[in-house]
């Protein structure tokens, strides 16, 4: 008896995608694939998901102030807890601040003063120039400074490249480097990969945010923007004024 060869069986389909009886039977099949999922429910979801995180949270970056500003429109109990939670939050950075300023360091105690120094608290060690000529550095000067003051249970500490490392590089200067549990977690050569001689704090700050140092949420992050932008501009009028002043001086011997 002959046997019927193997033959691909034809199955009329107009759309495979269309919610139909038919399409069903074959899906179920596996004749054809299942139907892809609609995405929209998922994002209109996660918007929504979205949405209420921001309501929930809407009062995290309030300090104080801005929280007291609030007591007409917000539920005075939900108000208590997050002024509670406020000061829970200044009392532990007051007690985590011991340092506070620049530590100038010196070779010599460079194991005691950062390598150990970090098991306890991040180290953030800035590498200066030699020369008052690079600008950059001057800028950086300024910025630890701000940033020392800033941030107390952080040690900034600061020492002349080529005192720390022999025959460092001019233009590597400035350079950063973080220190935690005795190992360096970061390194940034210059400030090209910020802005340059317009870097300004927000910058640096990112670093601290991006090691760990200081949590994306933390309230110090947040400040006046007219504070910043004027501080930021008065250094660079002054860099400009001191530029000028050395132009004229070069002109003086020409």
């Given at each position: 008896?002959?046997?019927?060869?193997?033959?691909?069986?034809?199955?009329?389909?107009?759309n495979p995608n269309a919610d139909t009886e038919w399409n069903d039977i074959l899906r179920k099949h596996g004749i054809i694939p299942e139907k892809p999922k609609d995405p929209e429910p998922a994002i209109q979801e996660a918007l929504l998901e979205a949405e209420q995180r921001a309501y929930d949270?809407?009062?995290?970056?309030?300090?104080?102030?801005e929280l007291a500003a609030l007591e007409e429109d917000e539920d005075e109990d939900f108000l208590e807890q997050y002024r509670q939670k406020r000061m829970a939050e200044i009392n532990a950075?007051?007690?985590a601040s011991k340092y506070g300023s620049v530590y100038p360091l010196q070779k010599l105690d460079f194991t005691r003063d950062v390598t150990e120094a970090s098991k306890e608290a991040y180290v953030f060690v800035f590498l200066s120039s030699s020369t008052d000529s690079n600008v950059e550095s001057r800028v950086l000067h300024e910025i630890w400074r701000d940033l020392a003051q800033k941030y107390g249970d952080v040690k900034f500490?600061?020492?002349?490249?080529d005192m720390?490392?022999?025959?460092?590089p001019e233009k590597n200067c400035p350079t950063i480097l973080?220190?935690?549990?005795?190992?360096i977690r970061r390194q940034v050569v210059t400030l090209r990969e910020f802005q340059g001689v317009r870097t300004k704090v927000a910058d640096v700050e990112r670093v601290l945010v991006q090691v760990g140092a200081v949590?994306?949420?933390d309230s110090r992050l947040r400040r006046k923007d007219e504070d910043d932008e004027d501080r930021t501009t008065n250094g660079r009028r002054g860099l400009t004024q001191s530029q000028s002043k050395r132009e004229e001086d070069d002109d003086d011997w020409d």
């Open positions: 008896m002959n046997q019927m060869p193997d033959v691909p069986v034809q199955v009329p389909i107009d949270n809407r009062l995290e970056d309030k300090d104080l102030d950075l007051a007690n500490c600061q020492i002349r490249a720390c490392i022999e025959g460092y973080v220190y935690k549990d005795s190992d949590k994306e949420g």
